[in-house]
Nanobody
């Protein structure tokens, strides 16, 4: 069983930065994929970034949605069991609840990741409670 806890959210002005953290217990980074998703009120949950390791031959492969590329950075500290999501140049439309999701790196997930796409939320079994990011003008 994997338990993850997000932290680091807050309120910032447009153009500002935040660093989100996902602390995972029971998480083996060599076997799991970790994704950051977000959900704004009235909208579907969407993937933002993901990171996976050498389960199928890739080491620290990172994947981003178009809106995140160049602004967000996902990274991991396997020794501490923490996945980070650095948010920079924040925009009003980045306002959402941000969730950390984890699950084993499967062939199905790898098919998405191999095409540069984040697997859908339904592919991840373990979710944290979320941390709110609010961007104001």
């Amino acid at each position: 069983q994997v338990h993850s806890v997000e932290s680091g959210g807050g309120s910032v002005q447009a153009g500002g930065s935040l660093r989100l953290s996902c602390s995972g217990s029971g998480l083996n980074f060599s076997e799991y994929a970790v994704g950051w998703f977000r959900q704004a009120p009235g909208r579907e949950r969407e993937g933002v970034a993901s990171i996976d390791s050498a389960g199928v031959g890739y080491v620290n492969r990172t994947t981003y949605t178009e809106s995140a590329k160049g602004r967000f950075t996902i990274s991991g500290d396997s020794a501490k069991g923490i996945i980070y999501l650095e948010l920079t140049s924040l925009r009003l439309e980045d306002t959402a609840m941000y969730y950390c999701a984890t699950d084993r790196l499967t062939i199905g997930k790898d098919r998405h990741l191999g095409r540069g796409a984040i697997p859908p939320a339904s592919d991840f079994a373990f979710w944290g409670q979320g941390t709110q990011v609010t961007v104001s003008s």
